[in-house]
């Protein structure tokens, strides 16, 4: 069972900056584009960003300018650069393929404070 590990999360006043990291298995995360997602209370799972095996990247609109999803394939893992960070934000992050395919892991806190 291919295991997701995301770290990073945390408490941040509005206008600051986090970055989460998240770790996959080398075979999926060499083969498969990976994607940050995001659920807040009450709301339904959303993709955040996302990033191709070649190194495209999407973002959904309200995060655009703000947030910059990378990844590093000496280290599998699939980073989320979050700058300027907004009360809105605030969200549980998980990270999966895109679109996903794989089990969701525990995921990491953001809570972005006004």
């Known amino acids: 069972q291919v295991q997701l590990v995301e770290a990073g999360g945390g408490l941040v006043q509005a206008g600051g900056s986090l970055t989460l990291s998240c770790a996959a298995s080398?075979?999926?995360?060499?083969?498969?584009?990976m994607a940050w997602y995001r659920q807040a209370p009450d709301k339904q799972r959303e993709l955040v960003a996302a990033?191709?095996?070649?190194?495209?990247?999407k973002y959904t609109d309200s995060v655009k300018g703000r947030f910059t999803i990378t990844r590093d394939g000496a280290k599998n893992t699939v980073f989320l650069q979050m700058n300027s960070l907004k009360p809105d934000d605030t969200a549980v992050y998980y990270c999966?393929?895109?679109?996903?395919?794989?089990?969701w892991g525990q995921g990491t806190q953001v809570t972005v404070s006004s």
């Open positions: 999966n393929t895109d679109p996903y395919t794989l089990t």
């Open positions: 080398r075979v999926i995360f060499s083969l498969r584009p």
């Open positions: 990033i191709t095996t070649v190194g495209s990247t």
